[in-house]
């Protein structure tokens, strides 16, 4: 193999805004000559970080795109024993499951940790929206019996699902992000981090280890991160870069990933969570609207979780507008095997309850109906022309 990924752990710099934790990835290899990436994470000033030659959160970031470009990992720092044998697990999940996308590399580190200890507590990728929500209720009001976990704090992360040069969305999702995890007693934490645009890799498939390697930057604050899950068993699709399987897997000595909710269809947690006016008014599940901080209604997600709160018993929630208008099923195109087993979980539960019939018809057409392979081509993410075509959508609904 002639291509190298070094990972070169830099000192925290405390900033106006908070702590940056960053790493240098040197590439080097044989026709290829040397490049560097900066990747970094943002957190704030009150929480202790890690030792700056921990290098277990740059692991994880790098681990797929390293596999993707066939290049070992050389990291110059430390790394938990526990980590790096699951992330020679992982390799071999995302190997059996995309072969020619992903490649087994050798991984090496400076430093080995052997024997740790984790810190007592939890903290969620929390972004506002049901999976998120779920998780954050019924750990903070002990629902979850044995599983239940000490919560702590949610971790919204700036740059995900919000882009960095949305300042303003950011600010204004935060808030109320923040409203609700104070009603539930807790705290948010919120970071920022360049993960998202540093690779050229599928969000759906790196998803998962870009939130673990923000959480266990936490590690000093809480030993254990909960992600809450998309699919439930029995609808898990892969390859998804979150699941029962992979998330567990990028666990450290000091600090556990648990896969949380996946017990439960998201029509079933939002049964649950709609017992939590306070939270619901405040849910935020949309990312495809012009608008941030807020549900725009009528995209895919948008509706989807709408038919998921009338299946639930629930018609028209306060975090909405106004009742579901059925003209906004007539144009939606399903774009991800996740998306559409969702929708497919709708209909069944639809014909399970005999709640929400009323759009069956127009659910199986969005199921069947075909996307286009040129969208991604014509309308590509965070291009001008797919934000007018945004604009234009809603102007039109």
Same mark, same amino acid.
């Given at each position: 193999?002639?291509?190298?990924?070094?990972?070169?752990?830099?000192? +925290?710099?405390?900033?106006?805004?908070?702590?940056?934790?960053?790493?240098?990835?040197?590439?080097?290899?044989?026709?290829?000559?040397?490049?560097?990436?900066?990747?970094?994470?943002?957190?704030?000033?009150?929480?202790?970080?890690?030792?700056?030659?921990?290098?277990?959160?740059?692991?994880?970031?790098?681990?797929?795109?390293?596999?993707? #470009?066939?290049?070992?990992?050389?990291?110059?720092?430390?790394? $938990?024993?526990?980590?790096?044998?699951?992330?020679?697990?992982?390799?071999? =999940?995302?190997?059996?499951?995309?072969?020619?996308?992903?490649?087994?590399?050798?991984?090496?580190?400076?430093?080995?940790?052997?024997?740790?200890?984790?810190?007592?507590?939890?903290?969620? #990728?929390?972004?506002?929206?049901?999976?998120?929500?779920?998780?954050?209720?019924?750990?903070?009001?002990?629902?979850?019996?044995?599983?239940?976990?000490?919560?702590?704090?949610?971790?919204?992360?700036?740059?995900?699902?919000?882009?960095?040069?949305?300042?303003?969305?950011?600010?204004?999702?935060?808030?109320?992000?923040?409203?609700?995890?104070?009603?539930?007693?807790?705290?948010?934490?919120?970071?920022? +981090?360049?993960?998202?645009?540093?690779?050229?890799?599928?969000?759906?498939?790196?998803?998962?280890?870009?939130?673990?390697?923000?959480?266990?930057?936490?590690?000093?604050?809480?030993?254990?991160?909960?992600?809450?899950?998309?699919?439930?068993?029995?609808?898990?699709?892969?390859?998804?870069?979150?699941?029962?399987?992979?998330?567990?897997?990028?666990?450290?000595?000091?600090?556990?990933?648990?896969?949380?909710? #996946?017990?439960?269809?998201?029509?079933?947690?939002?049964?649950?969570?709609?017992?939590? $006016?306070?939270? +619901?008014?405040?849910?935020?599940?949309?990312?495809?609207?012009?608008?941030?901080?807020?549900?725009?209604?009528?995209?895919?997600?948008?509706?989807? +979780?709408?038919?998921?709160?009338?299946? =639930?018993?629930?018609?028209?929630?306060?975090?909405?507008?106004?009742?579901?208008?059925?003209?906004?099923?007539? $144009?939606?195109?399903?774009?991800?095997? =996740? #998306?559409? =087993?969702?929708?497919?979980?709708?209909?069944?539960?639809?014909?399970?309850?005999?709640?929400?019939?009323?759009?069956?018809?127009?659910?199986?057409?969005?199921?069947?109906?075909?996307?286009?392979?040129?969208?991604?081509?014509?309308?590509?993410?965070?291009?001008?022309?797919?934000?007018?075509?945004?604009?234009?959508?809603?102007?039109?609904?």
């Amino acid at each position: 193999m002639s291509l190298i990924f070094k990972i070169i752990p830099q000192p +925290t710099r405390h900033t106006e805004d908070g702590q940056l934790r960053s790493c240098l990835i040197s590439y080097t290899g044989k026709g290829v000559g040397i490049s560097e990436k900066d990747m970094w994470f943002l957190y704030p000033s009150e929480v202790t970080l890690p030792a700056d030659d921990d290098a277990d959160a740059y692991a994880l970031a790098a681990l797929l795109p390293a596999m993707m #470009a066939r290049a070992d990992l050389i990291i110059q720092g430390s790394v $938990s024993h526990e980590l790096l044998a699951n992330l020679t697990e992982l390799q071999l =999940a995302w190997h059996k499951w995309c072969p020619s996308l992903y490649h087994l590399v050798n991984m090496q580190a400076h430093t080995v940790r052997e024997t740790e200890s984790r810190m007592s507590g939890a903290v969620v #990728a929390f972004s506002g929206g049901v999976d998120a929500q779920f998780t954050a209720y019924r750990h903070a009001k002990e629902r979850a019996g044995y599983v239940t976990q000490n919560l702590l704090a949610g971790v919204f992360v700036h740059g995900f699902d919000i882009p960095l040069s949305d300042t303003n969305g950011f600010i204004g999702a935060a808030r109320m992000a923040n409203e609700v995890l104070n009603d539930l007693g807790l705290r948010l934490f919120p970071v920022k +981090t360049n993960l998202r645009g540093l690779w050229d890799i599928n969000w759906e498939h790196y998803c998962g280890t870009a939130i673990s390697s923000v959480l266990c930057g936490l590690k000093k604050y809480a030993g254990t991160g909960l992600i809450g899950s998309g699919e439930p068993y029995d609808s898990l699709v892969f390859p998804w870069g979150s699941n029962p399987i992979s998330d567990t897997l990028c666990s450290s000595g000091d600090f556990r990933i648990l896969h949380d909710g #996946a017990g439960f269809s998201r029509s079933e947690k939002i049964r649950d969570i709609s017992k939590w $006016s306070y939270g +619901t008014a405040r849910l935020r599940v949309c990312w495809a609207g012009e608008l941030n901080d807020r549900n725009c209604g009528c995209c895919e997600k948008c509706v989807r +979780t709408r038919l998921n709160f009338i299946i =639930a018993g629930v018609n028209s929630p306060d975090c909405f507008s106004g009742e579901l208008n059925r003209h906004y099923l007539s $144009s939606i195109v399903l774009r991800s095997e =996740a #998306a559409k =087993a969702e929708w497919r979980l709708i209909r069944d539960e639809m014909i399970k309850t005999q709640i929400g019939v009323e759009f069956l018809e127009q659910v199986q057409k969005v199921i069947d109906r075909k996307a286009s392979p040129r969208f991604g081509l014509l309308l590509p993410l965070g291009s001008n022309r797919r934000a007018w075509a945004k604009r234009a959508v809603h102007w039109w609904k």
